[in-house]
């Protein structure tokens, strides 16, 4: 701990009261009480409250035997009523500045009061409350479900979380936070209705509430509070949670989460389309599956005793974060619409995979992890609609909810969009728009404002909280579009669409994709699921759809499976979409309009969303005209296409042929090169598919393009041939001195050579130019992804260096980038599609700020901020001088190319 940082200033540090929430815990009770006799800061400017809740074992003679730096105050409820009615005995008796909450499990730190009191001090009148870190103690963070709670969204959601950072109520968790005192009287301490109990359904004693704490932290919200999350600000869990202890809490915080909704109906939760119907219909089915859950909680427990962490995986920095994969929407808060039989199913099929690692023991790896925390985040939100329909508030709720609809004024959503346009950088007026246009049923459209209001100030916490809230993608998009009834193929003769999808291991997805496909309100379809030999539950999910043509078997790859499936096909539009896509409501009837008013027409391009899972980002990219001309600029924006929202006529299978099994990512920019050569892509103003990104797809998290752009090129140069303007290659030389003033430092040169070749256009040669007799650096050239050439000039000097470049360069443009030169993403895109649309200008500027080049000859305007036309330079005609070659408005436009 850097004690330099936590040392308080001259002035005394705040005074805390301490408030321990305890119930039949009363070892751990005093060892919490140890923890805090540890501190460094003064015990002189502590009180310590034990908020008892009707403990019957020897709690009271505990803490009146034990003895310290302080005087614990025990506050006894005779009833057991919950964590919150008993720590409001003790705040009512508070005289602390700061109120500090603890469980009787938690274990502070040696610092943590003092980090406590640094960050107050830090932030001394600001709307704060400050919760720190609350990991598992040893030995429990080495049990499987120990460390998982750590390191996943199985508990508390510390893991990944960046710090200090603020964030909303969702984090205001009572088991190491503190909030000034006079806040919590103002907002009216813990509501005392939390107080309740909820059944059990296996028999057990009545639960407690929970969600007080998110409840007052909601209040204090409103009263513009936030909390700050301090990692170093540390407690230790003492507590061997175990499987069901775990289940039994989730019971509570469903049933906890219900009166938390009936007492603030703003709020918004994952079961607020539940109808009487539906709860009739769980109350009736979940004591009927609780032998199921009961027996994937059993083979949790058995992976527990038999396995234990991976002490080189605990030691990660950081360790990973379970699960591995984003969990399917249907298996988490979408749980409660599923059918009984298919609940069951899941249930069994969660406990077969954990049982298939026995016999066995030893270190658990990443896929034992990953298992166990599937299964555990199944149990979590089975029992969390345990707790909702079983509360004694769901039937409030419900007539709730079905009020406020039905009462919902409209929102002036014209006039918040007026006021977002005169300020946009406003995050409460972005935020109040969100709402305003999720209210008017336009949630996709609130959620590409919010993501774009993000971008552009992605320090505002409030608004990437509300963008990561109740993320539930599917539900918004298909919410917002045309509703159809499910609808299955009708079976009568040759099909409209044929619907191919190519899967792999993607059960937590594919239920969406074929969802999307039913829902379209079409009977005149078939749907062929060509799968790689699946090993995660694909084949179970496909199941629950008989009308789905489902083949697994190995094969050759993404590609290969693609074209098995499309032999197969034998509908007039073939609908390629892969098992973590999905079809937005109406997309085959906006489609099949499209196909009959141009019969000549071949293929069509509507709207995709992009979405980013775990972060509640997306981007719209729409439809849009492309010829063969657009498409071979792949250098440009939104180029290649979105391949789910480009539908072709089967009869182009016929006169193109299948995709290239030679081709791993880019297989469709491929196929679609070989189809405009045909014909061109028509538009659609429509929405028409959903295209994820997440950790396990080929895009990945979009953070590594590298692997495209080299398959891309590879394409490019496939077909460039069909565009006069590309034909000869390559299209950019960049032109660099070596041996010379600012350009003799091989790291410096190797670092900018390969920001120039590792973006997106690759259609460009190096080439270095270095006097006689200097050696070039093998380094310097070596592994770049063009090609590269020396040339020698004699005495170099900076006429000599551009005259040599411009007669051995290849490119029809030329570029000498200054050295040291900082560029931004896409930085060609300006010049390069500048020149190319308009053969009268000579040169093009980069639009970024470049430092001057230091080794360009002094008369005759050359810059490094600008390409060159190779041909009139090298035939030395006179270059136009700067102020002649400025692009004028219409050829900005044209040289930016942004769809």
Known sequence: MDQAHLAPPADAPPFFSVVISTCERKDTLLECLDALARQSFPASRLEVFVCDDASTDGTAEAVAGWSGPFAPVHCRQETRRGPGPARNRAIRLARGDYLLFLNDDAILHPEALAVHAAWHRRFAGKKLSVVGRFLMDTPYDQTLFGFLLDHSSLSFRFHGLDSPALYDFMMFYT???SVPRLAVLEAGLFDEDFGALAPDLGGGSPIPLGCEDLELGYRLERMGYGVLYAANCLARHRHDLRPANFCRTQIGRGAGGVLRMVKHPAMSGHYDAMTLGDVARLRESLPRLEPEAARLQAAIEDLCRAFFVDPALAGAAPPPLFPLAEP?????????????????????????????????GGPAGPDILDAVCRAGILLKWHYDTVGVVTSPWIERFVALREKARAARPRPDVAGLYERYRRDPGNGRTAMDLA????????????????????????????????????????AEVHAGGPASPATRPDGRGRPLFSVVTPSYNQARFIEDTIQSVVRQGVASFEHIVMDGGS???????????????FVSEPDRGQTHALNKALAL????IVAWINSDDYYAPGAFAAVARAFAAEPEVDMV???????????????????????????????????????????????????????????????????WLRAAALGPIRGLPELLAVYRFHGASKSGDQEDWRPFYAEWHQCYERHRQADPDL???????????????????????????????????????????????????????AGLPVAVRVERAGGLSPDGFVDRAVRAARGRFVWFPPAGAGLAGKWFLRPLNA?????????????????????????????????????????????????????????RQKAVNEP
């Open 175 to 177: 088991c190491n936070i």
């Open 727 to 781: 034909a000869a290659g390559p299209l950019l030389t960049v032109a660099l001195p070596w041996g010379v003033p600012s350009f003799d430092e091989e790291a410096g040169l190797r670092a900018l050579l390969a920001r120039i070749t590792g973006d997106k256009f690759r259609d460009m040669e190096v080439l270095v130019v270095a006097g006689d007799g200097v050696p070039v650096p093998e380094g310097l050239l």
């Open 605 to 671: 391009l509507g709207g995709c969303l992009w979405v980013y899972e775990g972060t509640g980002r997306c981007r719209l990219v729409s439809g849009r005209d492309m010829a063969l001309r657009d498409m071979l600029r792949y250098w440009n924006d939104l180029t290649p296409p979105p391949q789910p929202s480009l539908f072709f006529r089967r009869r182009l299978l016929e006169r193109v042929g299948s995709f290239d099994e030679g081709l791993h990512l880019t297989m469709d920019y491929d196929f």
């Open 835 to 891: 020149l190319l649309d308009d053969p009268g200008l000579a040169s093009a500027e980069i639009a970024a700020d470049l430092p001057p080049h230091g080794f360009l000859p002094g008369a005759g305007g050359w810059s490094g901020r600008r390409f060159y036309r190779t041909a009139p330079v090298r035939a030395g005609r006179p270059r136009p001088a700067p102020g002649e070659t400025a692009m004028d408005t219409a050829t």
């Open 535 to 549: 090993t995660d539950g694909t084949r179970e999910v496909v199941a629950r759809h008989p009308h789905v043509r």
């Open 328 to 360: 399917d929407r249907n298996l988490t808060h979408g749980q409660w619409r599923l059918p009984e039989d298919t609940v069951r199913r899941i249930l069994a099929a969660a406990a077969r995979e954990l049982k298939a690692f026995l016999p066995g």
């Open 569 to 572: 096909a034998r509908g007039d």
């Open 435 to 474: 709402r305003a246009l999720r209210q008017a049923g336009r949630p996709v459209e609130a959620r590409l404002l919010l993501s774009l209001y993000v971008d552009h100030h992605p320090g505002d916490a409030h608004a990437r909280a509300m963008l990561r809230r109740g993320f539930d993608h599917f």
